[in-house]
């Protein structure tokens, strides 16, 4: 369904029409908290042409609920992919008479967003699958577990974890994967983002099931080197590298650079690894198609947990609804203004799986259900 684009009129001009002209269509105002419960929200001629009858029905209902809502968004640093959707989707949602939205750049990323609601600073973010299982569960990053949020939509991105073995090091040892590495208690020198990355707490996890530590990887003359993305991909070339991770997808310039200019091969992880992260840890199984990265000729499924959008629990059942609805109903128009988000599709995006199996907001539930995605 394509998103409608017709202007809004005041709601001085709303209720004038309302009043005056029974039985017509009138323009809506820009949110919910200035529209007249019973005006209708269908639009004019335009659109009529541009978006068509669903977008028009769908906004009208959205207006004719008088849902009033004030939403708060903390999401990433402008600039950043997430910051794009959010205003996007900001916009989305007033139009469609949801409410106001205020998009807030203050996200401290997945692994501390899921804290922004206890402190009452968010009504959604996104958060990671994993670490919004995590903090609900155990806490992340020093913190007790934190409750109060519950998932709307997941699998908007394809990012995994992203790894590869330089040859030189594979070639030296005689191994394939980084478990034989790290059971044969190599000095494997492995690069990560710092601490408190969604990188280094892949890194932490692996590290964790193969049960080793950091300082067990130093003892064997190895390290765990955490920088930026341009700073690790030169310590590659350099050859001060064997081993790099970054929780990150298929369009990543810095693993497309060093593919282009360094000898490594993108590792397949055991089954038993993967199976560890899924069922355990609460990642999702990404497939990377062959030949996405220069010289990586087969497919490669990798432990990933893409962005999602989880919402106070508090949260109005029916803003949660109209905010779900509109979202996957406009799927199509999302994407053509971000691609990065192709991979979210409406019919599986709320799959336990997807959202680091955590339960589904009782509104967003109630659209996949009355959508027929849900049973």
Request: with cysteine; charged share 25%; proline share 4%.
């Given at each position: 369904m394509k998103k409608s684009m017709k202007k809004l009129v005041s709601v001085a001009l709303a209720a004038t029409m309302v009043l005056g002209l029974a039985g017509c269509n009138d323009g809506s105002s820009q949110t919910a908290a200035t529209t007249a419960p019973a005006a209708e929200a269908a639009g004019t001629e335009a659109a009529g042409a541009e978006s068509g009858a669903d977008g028009a029905q769908d906004k009208a209902e959205a207006a004719n609920a008088g849902l009033n809502a004030n939403i708060l968004f903390a999401t990433h640093e402008v600039g950043t992919s997430n910051y794009n959707l959010s205003a996007e989707l900001a916009k989305l949602w007033e139009e469609n008479g949801i409410g106001t939205v205020d998009v807030q750049p203050i996200s401290p990323g997945g692994m501390g967003a899921p804290y922004l609601f206890e402190q009452g600073k968010t009504d959604v973010s996104f958060i990671n699958g994993a670490p919004a299982k995590w903090a609900f569960e155990e806490g992340t990053l020093g913190k007790?577990?934190?409750?109060?949020?519950?998932a709307m939509?997941?699998?908007?991105?394809?990012?995994?974890?992203?790894?590869?073995?330089?040859?030189?090091?594979?070639?030296?040892?005689?191994?394939?994967?980084?478990?034989?590495?790290?059971?044969?208690?190599?000095?494997?020198?492995?690069?990560?983002?710092?601490?408190?990355?969604?990188?280094?707490?892949?890194?932490?996890?692996?590290?964790?099931?193969?049960?080793?530590?950091?300082?067990?990887?130093?003892?064997?003359?190895?390290?765990?080197?955490?920088?930026?993305?341009?700073?690790?991909s030169a310590m590659v070339k350099d050859g001060k590298l064997d081993f790099m991770l970054d929780h990150t997808s298929v369009n990543s310039s810095t693993m497309t650079e060093i593919a282009m200019t360094c000898d490594v091969h993108f590792n397949?992880?055991?089954?038993?690894?993967?199976?560890?992260?899924?069922?355990?840890?609460?990642?999702?199984?990404?497939?990377?198609?062959?030949?996405?990265?220069?010289?990586?000729?087969?497919?490669?499924?990798?432990?990933?947990?893409?962005?999602?959008?989880?919402?106070?629990?508090?949260?109005?059942?029916?803003?949660?609804?109209?905010?779900t609805?509109?979202?996957?109903?406009?799927?199509?128009?999302?994407?053509?203004v971000l691609a990065s988000i192709e991979p979210f599709d409406p019919a599986t995006c709320w799959e336990p799986e997807k959202v680091?199996?955590?339960?589904?907001?009782?509104?967003?539930?109630?659209?996949f259900k009355e959508a027929g995605y849900m049973k």
């Open positions: 007790p577990p934190v409750k109060g949020y519950s939509i997941g699998g908007l991105t394809n990012v995994s974890a992203v790894n590869f073995m330089t040859k030189a090091f594979m070639d030296k040892y005689n191994v394939q994967t980084v478990e034989e590495a790290i059971r044969q208690k190599l000095p494997i020198r492995i690069g990560c983002s710092p601490v408190g990355s969604m990188d280094n707490e892949v890194v932490q996890i692996l590290l964790g099931y193969l049960g080793v530590t950091e300082d067990d990887i130093k003892s064997w003359g190895g390290d765990v080197v955490h920088g930026g993305g341009s700073d690790l397949q992880w055991e089954e038993d690894t993967l199976d560890y992260f899924v069922n355990e840890k609460g990642f999702q199984r990404i497939t990377i198609p062959a030949n996405s990265w220069k010289g990586q000729t087969e497919e490669i499924i990798n432990a990933g947990t893409p962005d999602c959008l989880f919402v106070r629990d508090e949260l109005d059942e029916d803003v949660v609804y109209w905010m609805k509109s979202m996957c109903e406009n799927r199509d128009y999302l994407v053509s680091g199996g955590l339960a589904l907001h009782p509104g967003a539930e109630k659209y």
